[in-house]
């Protein structure tokens, strides 16, 4: 249904116009202390046009996909802009446009597994945690499997079909301290459907066996020092400063609507020891968690190299925005959904590995925090950025002391990357669903960095 | 075949296929949007989608799927994959559908946009912002109606059709001077009907000023234990937290929920009375059908500090023995207190007014620490100056047995009807 050929259709085109089919694909699983509380499948497809005059835009979509439907949303998207258009007369001039023809299909092989195959695996990962660790309170094991397929035409000439699988597994325990809820959760996923990223429940245990130590030693753990500290922090967290800390200050709409981080191009915005790169498909011969060949305006997609050797160099851009720029676009034109126009978003963000060791590193902190695992983030047009932290210790003459309860950290992005003295020459990857009007799943990366940040801790 | 027939249709297929209780939910929505990014007309955006949700029940065991389809060979299709999703799922004497129920037609608000009304609204903010707040800079408007047509139908005979219709403003903003960028600041607000200017709603012509005013935001020294207050719009986050960890069937099911046991007892400060009233005429977005299929209540969840009723669906009623809820949560309306806001700023010592928190989601204790953004110093009964750099760390639980005043204004955003709120014991911290 999504892989059709649709160049009879380029006809209806008039002006810049964009024409794409897009099926998302979602299984839900979550077990909680045992019981099967959500077993879901969700399809959600259909066609969209979005079309182009003189600087406004017109989108229109529809969950029907037929020839009717499809003559439909075009002339729904045209009739949208020309309204547009006639209202404020922008007078823009067409874009310059790169084209791509690609095919990327990261689908499993044929012999795809059961449903029934996929429940034994989560019941078995619960029955593992429910009889080694019986006190725990509430242990939740959620699978995520989605795949979004998109094939898209351009009037410009590009001709792109995806399939993009992507599987998680979350793991969620909680135990009680002193009357109080205390948790920890630990993910495992990426690239792939479900038989190609998880392969046997017992690759997960010593994992589960980890976590739960870890989270003995939060039940126990202390508070923080508010204010400003020495920290490590983790090759586990370290991407989310490249994501939320940077990444989003450096979106071409984001610095069109004041970011700081459009006064600083071409400057110093971070220690020299630091490059941040949006990686588009490939990082290091490897494939990304979210590859992009081409982006939802038809835009054949490259790295986006952010910062060189603490210098920012480049934003990330749609078509629109680089013709602002007077720039050529790399791909970071995103929808979510059949139903979403394309945003400017991130790929694969992460900052690149250094020489330091990560021993070296936690030994040579006098008095401050290594913080190892994080939940959600948000990032901020001043470049001020928070992450909340839910596992770290105490750093005390060069070693790690005792467990500290959840905290939240704080920083100007630009000033804390500048107080980055040393980088671990490790890289870890993990991925995390991104809001920006629309949820989207981005990558994010990067080494553990000694640095120093405001935690908010008592 | 009409969406009503459609109902019939899916379950009679489900039953066929050997479920002994179904379920299906029809929501057709139409969407129109205008959009304005980086402070320009940008984007029309109009959408039509469709949901066709079905559950079945069989030997004890549950599945769901939601496809957007609803041609018969779709239905089909998706009528074998439910089954075979119960098939694998684990039995569990608890699952089940709503009792028969009397069929019933809601019906809330426009069902069509007015289009070039719309507009002008839209024209007529943007041109406000200019004159009146010219270091403004709207980063992405959304502006919408959306029209939404639902069925819900199961084996038992309860027959529903509710439609609504609804404008959606939202706007994500800061102030920009020379080189001075302020933090981001948040607008979302729904009504039933266009009457009222886009500025005059919500209190956005207040968030809009105070952002100007933090273009002079200075970072926090020091660190003291203080007062809270907290605005509507940031209120709307600590309640919707507060849901999460105590009143939410997971939390109430797995014993992890910090009111657990706590029915008919004293879990907040008395001033604090809470609703979930989706049927209240001043909600512009509620909605008349819960997701377990019965016909929505307003609740009252705290009353005068006093813990009345979780958020437990049929499901979570039947595991834990507790009485399920009739909403199924959000529009909350929290009771007015009585004191003027202006009152509540000339008691407070020293304290910080909160416009928006930006943190680490607090755990299950209630701990939380996050940046105050949007945010006033406030010492000796006046605002003194907007602050920047600055975080806070509590309990969430406390701030809601801590409270020390409620105002008597309130701001009715159309999904909430929030007052100000001050407490104490808040951890501030700057530099």
């Known amino acids: ?458 | 075949m009409k969406d009503k027939d459609l109902m019939q249709y899916c379950l009679d297929a489900l039953n066929k296929a050997g479920a002994e209780k179904g379920q299906c939910r029809l929501a057709k929505t139409e969407k129109y949007e205008i959009n304005i990014d980086s402070g320009e007309f940008s984007l029309i955006r109009s959408t039509s989608s469709s949901s066709l949700g079905l559950t079945a029940i069989k030997d004890k065991r549950k599945g769901s799927i939601t496809i957007n389809k609803i041609d018969n060979k779709s239905i089909s299709d998706a009528v074998i994959d439910v089954i075979n999703i119960a098939n694998s799922s684990q039995p569990d004497d608890n699952f089940d559908i709503s009792p028969y129920q009397e069929s019933k037609v809601f019906h809330i608000g426009d069902n069509k946009p007015d289009k070039d009304k719309m507009f002008s609204f839209l024209n007529e903010f943007k041109d406000q912002c200019s004159e009146k707040f010219p270091y403004i800079c709207l980063n992405q408007v959304v502006f919408s109606f959306n029209y939404t047509e639902i069925y819900f139908a199961n084996s038992n005979g309860t027959l529903f059709n509710e439609t609504k219709g609804y404008y959606e403003f939202s706007s994500r903003f800061n102030s920009k001077k020379d080189k001075k960028t302020t933090s981001f600041n948040l607008i979302n607000y729904f009504v039933k009907e266009l009457k009222d200017s886009i500025i005059s709603n919500a209190g956005i012509a207040t968030q809009l000023k105070q952002s100007q005013e933090h273009l002079n935001a200075q970072p926090f020294r020091g660190k003291f234990s203080g007062d809270l207050l907290i605005t509507p719009q940031c209120l709307d986050y600590f309640i919707q937290t507060l849901v999460r960890i105590g009143f939410s069937e997971q939390s109430v099911f797995s014993g992890s929920s910090i009111y657990i046991n706590q029915l008919n007892k004293l879990v907040a400060s008395s001033l604090l009375t809470i609703h979930s009233d989706p049927l209240s005429d001043n909600i512009a977005k509620g909605y008349a059908i819960t997701p377990d299929g019965y016909e929505a209540k307003n609740t009252t969840l705290i009353q005068n500090g006093i813990l009345k009723s979780y958020l437990v669906s049929q499901y979570g009623s039947n595991k834990t023995g507790i009485k399920r809820s009739s909403s199924a949560g959000g529009a909350y309306i929290i009771d007015s207190g009585n004191k003027e806001l202006l009152e509540m700023i000339k008691g407070i010592k020293k304290g910080l007014l909160i416009g928006r928190f930006s943190g680490g989601n607090p755990t299950g204790s209630g701990d939380f620490s996050g940046i105050a953004k949007n945010s006033f110093y406030i010492e000796d009964g006046k605002i003194q100056y907007p602050v920047s750099e600055t975080m806070i760390s509590g309990n969430l639980i406390s701030i809601f047995k801590q409270i020390k005043a409620i105002s008597k204004e309130r701001i009715n955003s159309g999904t909430s009807i929030l007052p100000w709120i001050l407490s104490d014991g808040i951890t501030i911290s700057g530099k």
């Open chain 1, 1 to 458: 249904m999504i892989k059709q050929d649709l160049n009879a259709f380029k006809n209806l085109f008039s002006g810049y116009t964009e024409l794409r089919l897009q099926e998302n694909r979602e299984l839900l699983l979550t077990f909680v202390n045992g019981n099967n509380v959500l077993n879901k499948k969700s399809v959600t497809a259909g066609v969209s046009s979005r079309v182009y005059k003189n600087g406004s835009w017109g989108f229109s979509s529809n969950p029907v996909i037929s020839k009717a439907s499809i003559k439909d949303v075009i002339k729904d998207a045209n009739d949208n802009a020309c309204f547009l258009d006639s209202k404020i007369n922008k007078n823009k001039k067409p874009f310059n446009n790169k084209i791509i023809v690609c095919n990327n299909d990261f689908s499993a092989k044929p012999n795809r597994v059961s449903q029934n195959e996929i429940n034994e695996y989560i019941k078995e990962i619960d029955n593992y945690v429910a009889k080694k660790y019986p006190s725990l309170v509430k242990r939740s094991i959620t699978l995520s499997c989605s795949d979004i397929e998109k094939n898209l035409i351009t009037s410009a000439g590009s001709i792109c079909y995806s399939m993009t699988p992507n599987t998680l597994l979350v793991i969620h325990l909680t135990t009680i301290k002193d009357g109080k809820p205390v948790e920890l959760f630990e993910y495992w996923g990426g690239l792939g459907q479900f038989e190609d990223v998880l392969h046997n429940p017992e690759q997960h245990y010593s994992d589960i066996d980890n976590i739960y130590n870890e989270l003995m030693q939060k039940a126990e753990g202390e508070y923080a020092e508010a204010g400003l500290n020495t920290c490590i922090l983790d090759s586990r967290l370290a991407g989310v400063l490249a994501h939320e800390a940077v990444g989003h200050t450096t979106e071409a709409d984001f610095v069109m609507s004041g970011s700081v981080a459009g006064q600083m191009m071409s400057k110093q915005a971070a220690s020299p020891l630091i490059t941040l790169v949006d990686f588009a498909n490939t990082a290091f011969g490897e494939t990304c968690t979210v590859p992009i060949y081409a982006d939802d305006e038809g835009t054949p997609a490259e790295d986006v190299v952010i910062i060189e050797n603490g210098i920012l160099k480049n934003y990330m851009h749609n078509k629109e925005s680089a013709q602002y720029f007077d720039v050529h676009p790399k791909g970071n034109a995103r929808a979510s959904q059949f139903s979403d126009e394309p945003l400017i978003r991130m790929r694969n963000t992460a900052i690149l590995p250094g020489k330091s060791k990560l021993e070296d590193m936690i030994e040579s902190v006098e008095d401050g925090y290594y913080l190892t695992r994080r939940v959600n983030g948000q990032a901020d047009s001043t470049g001020e950025f928070m992450f909340g932290v839910n596992m770290g210790y105490h750093i005390k003459n060069g070693k790690i002391g005792k467990a500290i309860k959840d905290l939240t950290i704080s920083g100007m992005a630009f000033e804390l990357l500048k107080t980055v003295d040393m980088v671990s020459d490790e890289l870890t990857w993990n991925s995390t669903p991104c809001g920006k009007k629309q949820m989207i799943s981005v990558s994010m990366g990067g080494p553990a960095i000694r640095c120093k940040v405001n935690l908010g801790g008592r």
